[in-house]
Structures are given as C-alpha cells and as structure tokens.
C-alpha cells in the first residue's frame, strides 16, 4: 500500500489576514492583503504540483461540486484536478443532461447538490449575477466560475499569479488588454485585481467593443460603470506603447447581438496582436491570453507561441490558484 504524502501547506495565512469569506464571486470584494495571501497560498499549491505525487490530504472528506452551464475547458477541468490533489470528493455536474433539461430551476437545482453533500459549489452560468443570487440560498461555499459578462475571479487570479511571478511587484505596471472589452467577465475581474496590485490599465478595442460609459481617451471609468480607473484607447499601437503585458480576448460571438464589427477579417487587420505591434511594447513584454484563442483573429500564431507568450503557463498555473482557493473556502468546513 503506498504512503499518503504529509500534508504540508506552507500557507502565509496565520501571519498574514486571516481568511474568512465563505465565497469568491469577484475580486471587487477583496483587499489587497487578500489577493496577497491568495497568491502565497499558491506558491504552497505549485510546490505540491511539482511533487512526484501530486496529491495532499487537506481537503480528504470534503465535497466539491463544478455545476457549469456554459461550455469549458481550462476552469472545469482545472477546478477538477485542484480539488482531488487536496483529496476532496469531486462530483462535476453540466446543465445538458442533468435535470435542469427537465425544467429545475437554478435554486432547485443547487439545493439538491447541497443536499448530496457539496459543501464548495463551482458554478458558472450566462446569466450575470447568478453564482450571487445561489450564494444567498445556500450554507455551502460558492465558487464563481464566470457569469455572464460580469466576473471570473478565479481567471484573474492565475493571471495575476503568472504576471507577479514574472515580473514581481505589478505597481506601476502597464497591462494592456486588448479585444473585446465589452463581452469578457475576464477584463472586469483583472481590472479589480490589477487596480487592487497597483498596476496601470489601458483597455483597447474597436469603440463598439468597449462597454457603453467607456470612451477613448477616459483616464477615468467610475461613472457610470462603477469600475476602478483605466485608461481607454481604440488605437493600438498607442495602446501597446511601453506595456508590460499584453493581454489578448477573443471575440465572445455568443454574448453579440448585432453587427459589432464589419468582419472577422477587418477586426483582425485593426487589433490583431502581431510581431511587429508587440514590437512597440516594452522588450520582453509578457504575451497573455486567457483562452480559449482564435489564432490568426485577435492575436497571431507567431505571437501566441514566441517566447514571450506565457499563456501555456496561464493554464498550468489555474490549478494551483484553484488549489489555493478551495483550499481556503474549504479547509475550516466541519
Ligand atoms: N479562460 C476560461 O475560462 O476558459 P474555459 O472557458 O475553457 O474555462
């Protein structure tokens, strides 16, 4: 019989602010010194992940239930593997060809998950505000794995894990996202938690991909989207001027109503990230994406795959930052 590995989380947590939330829904709820010991709990979780055997008992007896009703890859598949390297239980439910097909509503459908035994409900949904509305019917912890248009906290959490451990402290940084600003949950979360780490952000996309309120040349976006400063820009090679990192989105087609943009081709000719534009960054500047990509439309093959792209290890880095997360909703649950 094989040994179970010592548990040995070299969590920062009784030097630094004790964790107490029951869930994570955004990051606009979180401190700075909350981020922070997120991602030294993630440092913790990455040494694990590069055991021989991958796998602590912190979480053995705890249940873990992912209940998506939009398509994924990286956030399911990743919240998977983090619960069982910390040995939870983990029961992974899709909306397709569970009873929600039957007509069971939302709430009824997470009550029945809470009365099997989750007690950590991973949830993503198109509806913005949805992993809120469950949060408030249920005593188990819930996870937000993307509503909507609105947040993807868990994103934005391994994006700012990759950045900070390339490039250390994030003040004064310049982060450059470029794309489809108005359709991705993951700008809104980043922008929180980038604006929480002191960097600079500079949003860029076509007008009519910016979010209604956005303007080119806002250095401010308080009113009336109630979100941190950024700057806003349409040209990109302004944009991309001295950034740091360069964050590509894809064009969310599913969450468009109407002719946003005259072609798939035009889009690509005016912001697709290229060589010669990621020349106008700062040298060495990080390439990011947070998948899935559309090679050849919002960033180009060379690009994506130089040596500066990072965004393999963006995916790799998801299941420690899911580590870290679970871990901390999940520990203290009886
Ligand atoms: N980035 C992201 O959320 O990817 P998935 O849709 O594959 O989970």
């Known amino acids: 019989m094989t040994q179970e590995p010592a548990l ?7 030097a630094r602010t004790p964790w107490t939330r029951r869930h994570l829904l955004d990051l606009d709820e979180l401190s700075r010194d909350e981020i922070e010991t997120i991602l030294e709990t993630t440092d913790a979780m990455k040494e694990i992940m590069g055991r021989e055997v991958p796998r602590v008992p912190a979480l053995r007896g705890r249940t873990i239930v992912t209940l998506f009703y939009e398509a994924s890859t990286r956030t399911r598949a990743s919240f998977e593997l983090a619960g069982k390297a910390l040995g939870a239980d983990v029961i992974n439910v899709a909306a397709g060809g569970s009873s929600v097909e039957k007509g069971e509503s939302l709430i009824d459908t997470v009550r029945t998950l809470e009365a099997i035994g989750a007690e950590v409900l991973v949830m993503r949904h198109p509806a913005a505000g949805a992993p809120y509305l469950v949060a408030r019917h249920l005593s188990a912890s819930v996870v937000n794995g993307g509503d909507g248009q609105h947040a993807h906290p868990t994103q934005a959490l391994l994006d700012l894990y990759t950045m900070r451990a390339h490039i250390g402290d994030m003040r004064d940084k ?4 470029v794309g489809d600003i108005a359709h991705s949950r993951v700008v809104r979360s980043n ?8 960097a600079k952000v500079v949003v860029c996309g076509p007008p009519t991909l910016l979010p209604a309120g956005m303007r080119h040349g806002q250095q401010q976006t308080e009113e009336p989207l109630a979100l941190p400063h950024v700057e806003v820009e349409t040209n990109i090679d302004t944009a991309l001027e001295g950034a740091d990192v360069v964050m590509a989105l894809r064009l969310q087609k599913e969450r468009m109503h109407g002719g946003l943009i005259p072609s798939i081709r035009e889009y690509a000719t005016l912001y697709q990230i290229t060589p010669e534009r990621l020349a106008r960054a700062k040298t060495g500047a990080l390439v990011m994406h947070p998948g899935p990509i559309n090679e050849g439309v919002e960033i180009s093959p060379e690009v994506a795959t130089s040596l500066q792209s990072v965004i393999e290890e963006q995916v790799t880095n998801g299941v420690a930052v899911r580590m870290a997360v679970l871990y901390l909703l999940a520990r203290g649950k009886a």
């Open 174 to 177: 310049r982060v450059v996202i």
């Open 191 to 198: 922008i929180w938690g980038l604006a929480a780490m002191g």
């Open 8 to 14: 040995q989380i070299a969590t920062p947590l009784d």
